[in-house]
């Protein structure tokens, strides 16, 4: 069974070794990479499944190289954002640069695993200290340009949560099949190709409060 690929970013050499020793029991470190430039280069050449950044790297071109990454190389890792800050606002900027977690320094060692298998399971994490003040943040500037129903709203927000389809029939009191339905539906409406994307579009926009 082939191992997860990892590419990790950061422009401290002491960290990104530090992150290599925490990984290598369970996924295969494919790459790294000091900026954005160099980010762009290695993801190029080794296709990682999982990007994990320091986004507390000098200059603006952390997220400028994973848009193009998304938009232009069609690269599809999932991003792994790590930190030392608990800023709200910096951890709702990093979701809407596209980033599927974001992981306290301090805490790495106890969630960074949670956190990858998270988002290879198509779902999104965030560092439990600073969860409700990130999600309060994203609610108040979301995008929202589409209104939902009330249903298409507990759908959503309940497959943000990571809830399987069968629970969601179940809470709601829906046929599965009618679940099934409304996720496709939604995904048709909001433009999305991928779950991975309507939980990012949940969190941004907040419908991913409990």
């Not at 000091?34 to 990682?48: F, Q, S």
Request: overall charge negative; some cysteine.
């Amino acid at each position: 069974m082939r191992r997860t690929r990892l590419l990790l970013v950061g422009d401290n050499g002491i960290v990104v070794e530090a992150l290599g020793k925490l990984v290598m029991w369970n996924y295969d470190v494919v790459g790294n990479a000091r900026d954005g430039v160099e980010l762009v280069e290695a993801a190029r050449r080794c296709r990682p499944d999982v990007i994990v950044a320091d986004i507390d790297m000098p200059g603006g071109s952390l997220f400028e190289a994973l848009q193009q990454l998304k938009t232009v190389d069609r690269i599809d890792a999932k991003i792994v954002f790590l930190t030392m800050h608990g800023d709200p606002e910096l951890a709702a900027e990093a979701f809407r640069a596209g980033g599927a977690a974001y992981v306290l320094k301090h805490s790495a060692t106890t969630e960074l695993h949670t956190a990858i298998q998270e988002v290879l399971q198509g779902r999104a994490y965030l560092t439990s200290h600073i969860t409700n003040r990130v999600l309060a943040a994203l609610a108040a500037s979301g995008e929202r340009t589409t209104e939902l129903t009330a249903r298409q709203r507990d759908v959503l927000r309940l497959i943000a949560q990571g809830r399987p389809m069968e629970d969601i029939a179940t809470i709601l009191h829906l046929p599965a099949g009618t679940v099934e339905n409304d996720k496709d539906d939604l995904m048709t409406e909001l433009g999305l190709d991928s779950t991975a994307e309507l939980v990012q579009y949940a969190i941004r926009n907040g419908f991913a409060v409990h």
